[in-house]
């Protein structure tokens, strides 16, 4: 899944670890069940070397992993991948999230989210849904997603609101449907969702390989804000709308999941703990993986935690910036993708030294157009 | 916004849930979008909301905590989660056994 980095429960004031860490207890797991996905989004999240991370972890050592979570202070586990209802053991590691009192989400393409899949993970307890979406036309969603998806997708919608799931629609916006936007939220409100979260790509992963490709206008995203804006007051009674803005576009970064290591923790596939879902792509950091470590263990004292936690590390300008408990300097990931160097101002905010890379970039992609080169796991 | 008094048989909205946070020692209400912290009192209120009548709520409560009026309390908690969308109406009473 392509999950925005804006997402989650803010954190509270300073709660304080267990046995007197000044680190944060986390709040939130994204559990990274799988790489595998029926879909091939062109903007996908996922690490470019799918065919690496063929080791998943076992249902047991996922429900080990749960148990320490729960024990660490995280209240929600967002089941997500790739596509987690490829795992046949979905079930049980959603029945085993209810036994600890974990809150539990399921990211879907809704491929294999059949009703009886589904009911079935009511019964054991699944909180809440959340299905991507690729574009309000058919054609195009099928398209962009490389399958016949739509359809399934319609359903899937229409069987979690039977059984009463809060459904949220994620959208991942970008310069091919951008401009459907006002379409996406009649279709939010025709599906009778609770959320339509309209996200724009992050470009990391395949959407930095594709970024020429998806890049919006300035154009686009101003009249897709005013759209929003307005389509906010009109149906504000049936639908909430979470509209994340690019921030290719903003004066200031994103504050990339509340602060690195401060409110999430992301256990890959294989195993591997990561502080944000797409720190695999910054050479240099090392990992720990649950297979040899506990995740407290991992949380409090693995230097990768360590590394960017607080305001200690931060360069100049953000060191005696305003903003610096605000946005924690941006995002890592881009930073390092952007400038080389991980420890950079996030080149998206506008008092960066390297805010120039950002701005050729948007001009790059005003020029010209480029072919979308979608993802393929080699199976 | 429903006024007050529309919430007879309160219960925690489908995909809203109570929580005991053991590492942080707090009540919450947990919902997709993250977590509400409530005190003693509220969560107190909170746990009552099985689908019974908002009356039977209030005197729980009221025997419970020997405090002679607690409607207004309950209905400024009532009112404040159902604008948050986390509390709705039952149209049933909770199931025999229950609460
Ligand atoms: S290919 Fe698409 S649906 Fe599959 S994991 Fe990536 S973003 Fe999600
Ligand atoms: S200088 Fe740093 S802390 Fe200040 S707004 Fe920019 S990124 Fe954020």
């Given at each position: 899944m392509s999950l925005p980095k804006s997402r989650g429960p803010s954190p509270q004031p300073s709660p304080r670890g267990r046995g007197g860490q000044s680190a944060p207890n986390p709040y939130?797991?994204?559990?990274?069940?799988?790489?595998?996905?029926?879909l091939q989004c062109?903007?996908?999240?996922?690490?470019?070397?799918?065919?690496?991370?063929?080791n998943e972890l076992g249902t047991a050592v996922w429900q080990r992993v749960l148990g320490e979570a729960a024990r660490l202070g995280v209240v929600q586990v967002h089941f997500t991948g790739?596509?987690?209802?490829?795992?046949?053991?979905l079930t049980d590691l959603v029945r085993t999230a209810r036994q600890l009192d974990l809150y539990s989400h399921l990211s879907t393409?809704?491929?294999?989210?059949?009703h009886t899949k589904l009911s079935s993970l009511r019964d054991v307890g699944l909180d809440a849904l959340q299905i991507g979406l690729q574009d309000s036309r058919p054609h195009e969603n099928d398209w962009l997603a490389g399958a016949p998806a739509f359809e399934k997708k319609r359903q899937a919608v229409e069987s979690a609101k039977r059984l009463e799931f809060p459904v949220t629609l994620n959208v991942v916006l970008h310069r091919h449907n951008l401009d459907h936007v006002d379409e996406v939220v009649d279709l939010a409100c025709r599906w009778n969702v609770d959320k339509l979260e309209l996200a724009h790509v992050q470009y990391g992963g395949w959407a930095f390989r594709n970024r020429a490709a998806l890049l919006p206008t300035e154009n686009q995203v101003e009249r897709a804000t005013e759209v929003v804006a307005d389509a906010r007051d009109r149906v504000s009674d049936k639908l909430e709308i979470i509209h994340v803005l690019p921030d290719y576009f903003q004066q200031f970064p994103k504050a990339c999941l509340h602060g690195w290591g401060r409110v999430f923790l992301t256990v890959a596939p294989d195993g591997a703990v990561l502080p944000?879902?797409?720190?695999?792509?910054?050479?240099?950091l090392v990992f720990p993986n649950v297979k040899e470590t506990s995740l407290e263990e991992i949380w409090f004292r693995a230097p990768v935690f360590q590394?960017?936690?607080?305001?200690?590390?931060m360069p100049e300008p953000c060191r005696s910036c305003d903003r610096r408990e605000i946005d924690?300097?941006?995002c890592r990931c881009q930073a390092f993708l952007l400038t080389?160097?991980?420890?950079?101002?996030?080149?998206?905010?506008?008092?960066?030294?390297?805010h120039g890379v950002v701005e050729e970039a948007l001009k790059e992609a005003a020029n010209r157009s480029t072919d979308l080169q979608f993802r393929v796991f080699a199976s | 916004m429903k006024p007050t008094h529309s919430i007879n048989r309160p219960r925690l909205a489908p995909g809203a849930r109570y929580h005991w946070d053991e590492v942080r020692q707090q009540h919450q209400i947990v919902f997709p979008e993250g977590v509400l912290i409530l005190n003693e009192s509220a969560a107190a209120i909170v746990r009552l909301c099985?689908?019974?009548?908002t009356e039977d709520v209030i005197s729980v409560l009221q025997a419970q905590t020997?405090?002679?009026?607690l409607s207004g309390d309950v209905h400024e908690l009532l009112d404040r989660l159902a604008q948050k969308g986390l509390l709705r109406d039952s149209q049933s009473p909770p199931p025999p056994g229950e609460g």
């Open positions: 939130c797991l994204l559990a990274e069940l799988t790489y595998r996905c029926p062109p903007y996908c999240s996922n690490p470019l070397e799918l065919n690496r991370f063929r790739g596509e987690p209802l490829v795992r046949h053991d393409s809704a491929i294999g989210a059949d944000c879902q797409t720190a695999r792509e910054i050479p240099g590394r960017f936690r607080g305001t200690n590390w924690f300097g941006g080389g160097d991980v420890a950079a101002t996030d080149p998206v905010c506008h008092l960066a030294p390297q | 099985d689908g019974r009548s020997g405090e002679a009026d």
